[in-house]
C-alpha cells in the first residue's frame, strides 16, 4: 500500500537550518508530486511547497521563498524539506503528502508528521 | 495572496446533515479538495475534485461546487465525524495552493 514514513522529530535553536525527509513506498515515486504542508500548535494547516520528483522542479509558497529548499532523491524514494533560519514561530508538525500526477491535483496519502520545535 | 474562507465551526445533532462551505475567487475554474483531521492525527482526504469519495471514505461525505463557493456535505452525522475540516485549491496560476482556516465540527 502507498506510504510516506518521515524522519523524527527535531529540536533546533533559533537561526539553526532544519532537514526533514519523507521515504515513499507502494508506488512510483517519480509519477507524483510530493508536498510539505504544516501545522502549528493549535492553528490550521499551511501549505509550504511541492517537488516534481521526475524533474526535480519546484514551488514554494511566496511566505516560505528565500528559506526553503526542497529536493529528491529518486536512488532511494525519498524527498526532503529544508528549512533554515528558523524561528520559534516555524514551530510546527510538518507532514509530506502524496500529490497528482500533475502540479493542479490535490494531495491524497499523507505522513505520520515530524514534530520541529525552535527553542533557545 | 489567494485565500479560501470557511466558517470557523458548525454544530449538528446525530443523524443531521452537516454542510460546511468554502469560498474562493478561483473556485469556477479550480477543483476543491476536502480533508478531515481528527485530534492529533494526519489529515485524511474525504473529497478530491470538487465532488468524488476516496475509496474507504463512508457515502455519507459528499461535496459540490457552484460558483464561487465549496460545499461538504455529511448526510446523517455520526459522532465518530468530530473533526477539523480544511478545504484546499489552488489559485488560477496552479502554483499557489492554500488550506481554508478550517472548520470545527461539532456533533452532539
Known amino acids: 500500500q502507498v506510504q510516506l514514513v518521515q524522519s523524527g522529530a527535531e529540536v533546533k535553536k533559533p537561526g539553526a537550518s532544519v532537514k526533514v525527509s519523507c521515504k515513499a513506498s507502494?508506488?512510483?515515486?517519480?509519477?507524483?508530486?510530493m508536498h510539505w504542508v504544516r501545522q502549528a500548535p493549535g492553528q490550521g494547516l499551511e501549505w509550504m511547497a511541492w517537488i516534481n520528483p521526475n524533474s526535480g522542479g519546484t514551488n514554494y509558497a511566496q511566505k516560505f521563498q528565500g528559506r526553503v529548499t526542497m529536493t529528491s532523491d529518486t536512488s532511494i524514494s525519498t524527498a526532503y524539506l529544508e528549512l533554515s533560519s528558523l524561528r520559534s514561530d516555524d514551530t510546527a508538525v510538518y507532514y509530506c503528502?502524496?500529490?497528482?500526477?500533475?502540479?493542479?491535483?490535490?494531495?491524497?496519502?499523507w505522513g505520520q508528521g515530524t514534530t520541529v520545535t525552535v527553542s533557545s | 495572496s489567494y485565500e479560501l474562507t470557511q466558517p470557523p465551526s458548525v454544530s449538528v445533532s446525530p443523524g443531521q446533515t452537516a454542510r460546511i462551505t468554502c469560498s474562493g475567487d478561483?473556485?469556477?475554474?479550480?477543483?476543491a479538495y476536502w480533508y478531515q483531521q481528527k485530534s492529533g492525527q494526519a489529515p485524511v482526504m474525504v473529497i478530491y475534485e470538487d465532488s468524488k469519495r476516496p475509496s474507504g471514505i463512508p457515502e455519507r461525505f459528499s461535496g459540490s461546487s457552484s460558483g464561487t463557493m465549496a460545499t461538504l456535505t455529511i448526510s446523517g452525522a455520526q459522532v465518530e465525524d468530530e473533526a477539523d475540516y480544511y478545504c484546499y485549491s489552488t489559485d488560477s496560476s496552479d502554483n499557489q495552493w492554500v488550506f481554508g482556516g478550517g472548520t470545527k465540527l461539532t456533533v452532539l
Open positions: 503528502a502524496r500529490g497528482g500526477s500533475s502540479s493542479s491535483e490535490g494531495m491524497d496519502v
Open positions: 507502494g508506488y512510483t515515486f517519480t509519477g507524483y508530486y
Open positions: 478561483a473556485l469556477p475554474k479550480k477543483y
